[in-house]
């Protein structure tokens, strides 16, 4: 079993920069990470993914240029850059394990979850 915690989140006016953190805890192994975030009202939805490598990252076309994600395999701990945010950027963002080694834009492929993080973007 492996505990995923997030940090990092905020109130921010747009334009602003933030950086999360996911720390992983317990049975960790070779596996991708991800970064999903759910809007009020609407579905949970992918943002970003990276393998265990750090060699492959996958973006939605939303966040893409504006968020980075990396790992430190040493630290057990996965991050989101995230710069010029729009209050569209407004939800809670959850990190994610996934069960293969690649990272994936598909929640089914995930089977442990964080508690989330919740970031708020002022206009």
């Known amino acids: 079993q492996v505990q995923l915690v997030e940090s990092g989140g905020g109130l921010v006016q747009a334009g602003a920069s933030l950086r999360l953190s996911c720390a992983a805890s317990g049975r960790t192994f070779k596996n991708g990470m991800g970064w999903f975030r759910q809007a009020p009202g609407k579905e949970r939805e992918f943002a970003a993914a990276?393998?265990?490598?750090?060699?492959?990252?996958y973006y939605a076309d939303s966040v893409k240029d504006r968020f980075t994600i990396s790992r430190d395999n040493a630290k057990n701990t996965v991050y989101l850059q995230m710069n010029s945010l729009k209050p569209e950027d407004t939800a809670v963002y959850y990190c994610?394990?996934?069960?293969?080694?690649?990272?994936?834009?598909?929640?089914?492929?995930?089977?442990?979850w964080g508690q989330g993080t919740q970031v708020t973007v002022s206009a």
């Open positions: 994610a394990r996934s069960k293969i080694a690649a990272g994936t834009r598909w929640g089914f492929e995930y089977d442990s």
């Open positions: 990276i393998s265990w490598s750090g060699g492959s990252t």
